[in-house]
C-alpha cells in the first residue's frame, strides 16, 4: 500500500510500479466509504477470452447456473 495526493489541478499519480503492473486505464468506482480504481485491459475483449479459457460450459448454462444461484440465495 501506498499514499497518493492529487496536484492542484485534482490529478493523482500512481507510482511507477502500480502502472507497469495494472496499466494506465481506470474505472472508478465510489464506495459509500471511498473509491476504488478498477484497472480496465487495452483489449477487454481478449482479457475476458483469458479468464474463461478453462470454462468448458456454454454461456446458456453458466446463465442459468447462476439464475439458480441466485434464486437459492433469496430464498425461492
Known sequence: M?????DD???????KEMRERYGDHYHIV???DGIK?????????DALR???????KTASE???EARE???DEAGR
Open 62 to 64: 453458466l446463465r442459468e
Open 37 to 45: 480504481l478498477i484497472p480496465v485491459a487495452d483489449d477487454p475483449l
Open 2 to 6: 501506498s499514499d497518493a495526493r492529487l
Open 50 to 56: 483469458e479468464e474463461f479459457a478453462d470454462v468448458e
Open 69 to 71: 444461484a441466485a434464486l
Open 30 to 32: 465510489q464506495l459509500h
Open 9 to 15: 489541478r485534482g490529478r493523482l499519480t500512481l507510482p
